[in-house]
């Protein structure tokens, strides 16, 4: 948790100021954006979080916000059951009163950004984290897709409107200079170091590497799989743990029966959900997400690193925003299999090295991508907008 006695006082003319979140989903805002309610209490702002409530309520509440039940199914890309939820939502905006609209992730945005419009609210941040299985499409559907979400997000865009961004490559693909007054980086969600600090590596051999992550084609997670094997049959002593669920909710969501077929294979094993990340990796040496695309800033790279582990990941947006090739891990092509798996491989044979990564990776998630340095750079970009 962020210090307390590092929190400025409340300058007087945002005290009461009203601030409403639109996200999707209850549980991704409390993975992802308690740091930015957080930076929202430490000004003295009103906070209402407007989500689909699932099990995660108490956990916003206990930070003294509101929060406010919509319905929308993130899945559904269906025009009129979007326009009804920016109606719902619209009319929740009016009654809240809110002053500025945050609209977090692409369909946050164009529900969010549409009911601020029909609610006559111009003060709006709009945070994209990442396009999903949409960016990682490099098909001419994922193109067209691309250059529509950037006709829709402009054509929501006001005078008092900001960007939030998680790497600079996302600006780009609106057509925004990521060093523009317009656009604010931060570094992904955000880790708090005290909380997620370097242990000893386990013994090696074997390598010990895990993915933890949504259990997503987008994420990769198949790609991983591929290359261990690849590695284990070329005499590799490496073993590869699984740690993440299917989403539902997620067109890219791979089946329970694969994941259980691949945790069957000698070296592979799916372990489900986990809540004790620190766990993870106190007995784990390497972190990996062959991501196809589509990412903000993966949270679990920050963990990772935070936790001094080193890396291999894929040279896209988000990831290559944290890992240097050669520095905090390894970044591979994507679905590259024969470069991912030599890339573990050679980790396997070089302990020491693998172990300087780690201390590269910690090093790194602490210049910009803690919890504190991310909610000071929303504390600016609230008192700009409000200011404005």
Same mark, same amino acid.
């Given at each position: 948790?962020?210090?307390?006695?590092?929190?400025?006082?409340?300058?007087?003319?945002?005290?009461?100021?009203?601030?409403?979140?639109?996200?999707?989903?209850?549980?991704?805002?409390?993975?992802?954006?308690?740091?930015?309610?957080?930076?929202?209490?430490?000004?003295?702002?009103?906070?209402?979080?407007?989500?689909?409530?699932?099990?995660?309520?108490?956990?916003?509440?206990?930070?003294?916000?509101?929060?406010?039940?919509?319905?929308?199914?993130?899945?559904?890309?269906?025009?009129?059951?979007?326009?009804?939820?920016?109606?719902?939502?619209?009319?929740?905006?009016?009654?809240?009163?809110?002053?500025?609209?945050?609209?977090?992730?692409?369909?946050?945005?164009?529900?969010?950004?549409?009911?601020?419009?029909?609610?006559?609210?111009?003060?709006?941040?709009?945070?994209?984290?990442?396009?999903?299985?949409?960016?990682?499409?490099?098909?001419?559907?994922?193109?067209?897709?691309?250059?529509?979400?950037?006709?829709?997000?402009?054509?929501?865009?006001?005078?008092?409107?900001?960007?939030?961004?998680?790497?600079?490559?996302?600006? #780009?693909? *609106?057509?925004? !200079?990521?060093?523009?007054? &317009? %656009?604010?980086?931060? $570094?992904?969600?955000?880790?708090?170091? /005290? =909380?997620?600090?370097?242990?000893?590596?386990?013994?090696?051999?074997?390598?010990?590497?895990?993915?933890?992550?949504?259990?997503?084609?987008?994420?990769?997670?198949?790609?991983?799989?591929?290359?261990?094997?690849?590695?284990?049959?070329?005499?590799?002593?490496?073993?590869?743990?699984?740690?993440?669920?299917?989403?539902?909710?997620?067109?890219?969501?791979?089946?329970?029966?694969?994941?259980?077929?691949?945790?069957?294979?000698?070296?592979?094993?799916?372990?489900?959900?986990?809540?004790?990340?620190?766990?993870?990796?106190?007995?784990?040496?390497?972190?990996?997400?062959?991501?196809?695309?589509?990412?903000?800033?993966?949270?679990?790279?920050?963990?990772?690193?935070?936790?001094?582990?080193?890396?291999?990941?894929?040279?896209?947006?988000?990831? #290559?925003? *944290?890992?240097? !090739?050669?520095?905090?891990? &390894? %970044?591979?092509?994507? $679905?590259?299999?024969?470069?991912?798996? /030599? =890339?573990?491989?050679?980790?396997?044979?070089?302990?020491?090295?693998?172990?300087?990564?780690?201390?590269?990776?910690?090093?790194?998630?602490?210049?910009?991508?803690?919890?504190?340095?991310?909610?000071?750079?929303?504390?600016?970009?609230?008192?700009?907008?409000?200011?404005?």
């Amino acid at each position: 948790m962020a210090d307390p006695s590092s929190a400025s006082p409340a300058p007087p003319a945002l005290e009461g100021r009203k601030l409403a979140f639109v996200v999707t989903e209850d549980w991704f805002f409390v993975s992802h954006f308690l740091p930015m309610l957080r930076a929202a209490k430490e000004l003295g702002l009103d906070v209402t979080v407007v989500t689909r409530v699932r099990a995660h309520r108490a956990a916003i509440e206990a930070l003294g916000a509101r929060v406010v039940p919509l319905d929308a199914e993130r899945r559904s890309l269906n025009p009129m059951a979007a326009g009804y939820a920016a109606g719902q939502l619209a009319a929740i905006l009016k009654a809240e009163k809110a002053d500025l609209v945050h609209c977090i992730a692409l369909r946050g945005i164009l529900v969010g950004g549409a009911a601020a419009a029909m609610a006559g609210i111009g003060r709006r941040v709009y945070a994209l984290t990442g396009l999903g299985f949409l960016g990682a499409r490099t098909d001419l559907v994922g193109r067209t897709a691309r250059r529509a979400v950037r006709l829709l997000v402009r054509g929501l865009e006001t005078n008092g409107t900001r960007y939030l961004f998680e790497n600079a490559d996302d600006p #780009r693909l *609106l057509g925004l !200079d990521p060093d523009g007054p &317009r %656009v604010t980086l931060v $570094g992904g969600a955000g880790i708090d170091p /005290e =909380a997620l600090k370097p242990e000893p590596l386990p013994p090696q051999p074997p390598l010990k590497v895990a993915v933890v992550a949504r259990m997503l084609w987008s994420k990769g997670v198949d790609l991983a799989v591929e290359a261990v094997r690849k590695a284990r049959s070329e005499g590799a002593a490496i073993e590869l743990s699984l740690y993440g669920a299917p989403d539902p909710s997620n067109p890219k969501a791979i089946p329970e029966s694969t994941l259980k077929a691949w945790s069957a294979e000698p070296g592979i094993a799916w372990h489900g959900a986990t809540r004790d990340v620190a766990g993870v990796w106190r007995s784990h040496h390497v972190a990996c997400l062959p991501s196809r695309g589509g990412e903000g800033l993966p949270r679990t790279l920050l963990e990772a690193a935070a936790c001094g582990r080193a890396i291999v990941t894929t040279d896209v947006p988000g990831c #290559r925003t *944290l890992v240097r !090739d050669g520095i905090e891990g &390894r %970044v591979v092509p994507p $679905g590259d299999v024969d470069r991912l798996a /030599e =890339a573990l491989a050679s980790l396997g044979r070089e302990p020491d090295r693998t172990a300087a990564m780690g201390r590269a990776a910690r090093a790194r998630v602490l210049d910009g991508f803690t919890e504190r340095q991310v909610m000071d750079a929303v504390k600016r970009l609230y008192r700009e907008v409000l200011a404005a």
